[in-house]
């Protein structure tokens, strides 16, 4: 069991008077119709109305919350158990619940038949709520519980076999306490068992213990017959222990039935751990499909429409201040979907130049062996740029840093070759370039690293691309009033991952770089991450960064480290700054090739109803490879669908998850030869479970199937990366829930 947390329950406590009232009126609009959360918003409208006194509807609420039981996660479930149980409105619909559960015999209704089906499922058995549950039960289950002075042999042979670790202390106790106190009880432990265990061997008899040694291997008693030893525990009952242990778990699964999960909840549930929660500052949260800004408290901080802003775009300019003189060429384009400026001249940074290009932040270069850093702090927003941080947030899309740790050069040496402690590594932290070494956080500096935003503690890759100055931002969107900081350039711009430069050398390549962070210069500027700058001289054959000469080595590594004084001059560069997906953005550039989509005769394509519309490019680029990898024939029988903001309509002409929109998701049938494997077919799991492999090598980020899920086909999808789901799960099951993936999917 999987022991996780959440406050969804608790944020729409209040609020959810009616769907239409969470859709219209609040931020949480964005998951009303999302298939993963319909149980959620069913609940909270429920009981937000059972409490002014419906009784029929407090009746329906508590029902649904015990019939799903088996589905909703500990901390839900102990919410509305709780409020329940101390409301009195609820009593008789409890009393009636428990009922239910002792004398089903005496009901003969429809909940009641649903109920006794749903408690035939051993996986998602529903549990009556309102029992008690104590997590002491099977107490004599806990091995290490059971471990004792009186019971364990820790001498001689025996020492690592019998470690008594936490002294007969409630294994439920143990797993309440803070992580400092834990280890603190651990240690004491250990040290009062191994005096104890010299005592025991000198009163055992040293000459006995090779004997002694032997049977407690054999799990018998030292307690023998033919001949009796002094001061010896007794090991017996510790191996009765270990063996009934198993068998005691199981008589106690098997009385609470769906009540178990509750039990396991209450037993190895640790307030202490991974209590984690938003900052007191700003974050984003999704809005009828949009990423805006909230405050901690999630009051939502409300911007113009994006789109909108969109048609003032590439303009004239003619309303920008005067200091601007940016040379400007060529025609700007936008057709609601995509932006795309004029084309911006810009040359390297130096006095006198207004429109210029720069470098900043640092890169851990693993093929060179070199770390590059600076230490450019004048300003507050410098010096989180050096801790990796940009204007997207403290911790999630991170920059290469370049501030060492307080152990300087030493200990960056020992992050190189991989010599620091669990422990060394969480008094580091992260905000240095030896914390993110340490930890095994690597640039990709391919064209695909720096077009896509990486959350960086969940894939382990730092962010490459642009700062871009307010001037040229200014220049983009035709509008001096707006500034870096303001919604309309973080969110949804940035945080969707469509917010680009494209740059290249005079009639060369477009080359294109995400947009991961702002500067305040009056002049026209793009400031391009050491790795971007790197990549864009690979690029377009200009060598490689300079000044490795004034490199600084790294003891006994073979690294060097150097500070970024300066930038490579490369001449005239050219910029269009573009707004939009970075497919969208490359066809209409003419960037895309003629042919988009691998040509594959074991894919095909049949789908109709709402979701009708082509699949994006990359995706069925990745189902084509699959099929090929697999030898499997695959049919998209669902594909892409109109989006909310493009006039999609639920019902109409879009369904569901936001994941269709625009063609980032597809529900596929997986054919085997003319055998279709299921997921609700157990013995064609092994095969799905190989496939699902294949799916995610090939660049899959979510797949969702299971049992009383699309008739057991596949969904599929890469819509996180690109922005079209509010929701982040990767793996799930039937209802869409995540709680619900089938074992074989949950290890893929």
């Known amino acids: 069991?999987?022991?996780?947390?959440?406050?969804?329950?608790?944020?729409?406590?209040?609020?959810?008077?009616?769907?239409?009232?969470?859709?219209?009126?609040?931020?949480?609009?964005?998951?009303?119709?999302?298939?993963?959360?319909?149980?959620?918003?069913?609940?909270?409208?429920?009981?937000?109305n059972a409490i002014n006194g419906n009784l029929a509807v407090a009746e329906n609420f508590v029902q649904n919350l015990v019939l799903n039981s088996g589905q909703l996660d500990w901390s839900t479930l102990d919410y509305y158990t709780s409020k329940i149980v101390n409301n009195p409105i609820f009593d008789s619909i409890v009393r009636d619940i428990k009922s239910r559960f002792d004398t089903p015999e005496l009901y003969s209704d429809g909940y009641q038949e649903s109920l006794n089906d749903q408690l035939k499922d051993c996986l998602n058995s529903p549990c009556n709520l309102f029992l008690d549950t104590s997590d002491s039960i099977g107490r004599m289950a806990q091995a290490a519980s059971t471990k004792s002075a009186a019971n364990t042999f820790g001498v001689g042979d025996l020492k690592d076999t019998f470690t008594n670790m936490i002294g007969e202390l409630d294994q439920a106790v143990f797993n309440k306490i803070p992580a400092l106190f834990q280890d603190g009880f651990v240690e004491v432990t250990q040290l009062a068992n191994k005096a104890w265990t010299n005592t025991q061997a000198v009163l055992a008899g040293k000459k006995n213990l090779s004997e002694l040694s032997k049977l407690a291997q054999g799990g018998q008693s030292l307690r023998n017959t033919d001949k009796v030893y002094r001061y010896t525990p007794d090991i017996k009952s510790y191996f009765d222990f270990n063996t009934t242990g198993s068998a005691i778990l199981s008589k106690v699964k098997e009385n609470l039935g769906g009540c178990f999960d509750k039990y396991q909840n209450k037993y190895r549930y640790n307030p202490y751990i991974d209590n984690t929660s938003f900052p007191s500052g700003t974050h984003p949260v999704y809005v009828n499909g949009e990423a805006i800004e909230a405050d901690g408290a999630n009051k939502v901080q409300r911007v113009t429409d994006n789109n909108k802003n969109m048609k003032r775009q590439t303009g004239n300019f003619s309303n920008l201040p005067p200091y601007d003189n940016t040379p400007v060429s060529g025609k700007g384009y936008s057709d609601g979907k995509v932006a795309i400026s004029q084309t911006f001249t810009l040359q390297s940074k130096k006095r006198g130049v207004t429109s210029h290009y720069s470098v900043f932040a640092g890169l851990v270069d693993y093929g060179e062996k070199r770390v590059w850093y600076e230490d450019y702090s004048a300003l507050a927003g410098d010096k989180m740029t050096l801790k990796g941080i940009s204007n997207l947030g403290e911790n999630t899309y991170r920059l290469g840093a370049s501030y060492m740790s307080s152990g300087g050069l030493t200990e960056l040496g020992k992050a190189i070759k991989g010599q620091l402690s669990d422990t060394d590594k969480r008094s580091i932290g992260l905000n240095n370039v030896t914390g993110a070494i340490a930890v095994g956080w690597k640039h990709d500096l391919t064209d695909a690293g720096m077009e896509n935003l990486y959350n960086t503690p969940k894939s382990g890759i730092i962010n490459d691309g642009v700062a871009v100055s307010q001037t040229l931002f200014r220049r983009f969107t035709n509008d001096p009033s707006v500034t870096p900081l303001s919604k309309n350039y973080k969110t949804p711009l940035q945080l969707s991952n469509e917010f680009f430069a494209a740059m290249r050398v005079p009639n060369g390549k477009w080359y294109y770089y995400k947009v991961i962070d702002w500067n305040g210069q009056k002049e026209s500027n793009v400031d391009m991450t050491v790795g971007a700058y790197q990549h864009f001289m690979r690029a377009n054959d200009l060598g490689e960064l300079g000044g490795a000469s004034k490199g600084v080595p790294i003891s006994d590594t073979g690294w060097t480290r150097i500070k970024k004084i300066a930038h490579d001059n490369l001449g005239t560069i050219e910029v269009k700054l573009c707004q939009g997906s970075i497919d969208n953005i490359k066809a209409q550039m003419g960037d895309m090739p003629e042919e988009l989509v691998e040509t594959n005769p074991n894919v095909s394509y049949a789908m109709h109803g709402t979701r009708n519309k082509p699949i994006q490019p990359k995706l069925a680029n990745m189902i084509s490879a699959?099929?090929?990898?697999?030898?499997?024939?695959?049919?998209?029988?669902?594909?892409?669908q109109v989006a909310a903001r493009d006039g999609g309509r639920n019902g109409v002409n879009r369904t569901g998850s936001k994941r269709h929109d625009d063609g980032w998701a597809a529900d596929i049938r997986v054919y085997d030869g003319s055998t279709r494997l299921s997921a609700e077919n157990s013995s064609h799991f092994d095969k799905l479970y190989q496939f699902s492999k294949i799916l995610k090598s090939v660049g899959i980020e979510s797949i969702g199937a299971g049992p009383g899920y699309m008739a057991g086909n596949l969904h599929i999808d890469i819509a996180i990366s690109n922005g079209r789901s509010g929701a982040q799960a990767t793996k799930w099951g039937v209802n869409g829930r995540s709680a619900n993936t089938p074992r074989w999917l949950r290890s893929v």
């Open 1 to 48: 069991m999987v022991i996780y947390s959440n406050n969804l329950h608790e944020k729409l406590q209040g609020i959810a008077i009616s769907r239409d009232y969470l859709k219209y009126n609040t931020p949480f609009c964005d998951i009303v119709d999302d298939p993963e959360f319909q149980l959620d918003i069913d609940l909270a409208v429920g009981y937000n």
């Open 626 to 640: 699959a099929s090929s990898k697999s030898g499997y024939r695959i049919v998209v029988y669902s594909g892409g």
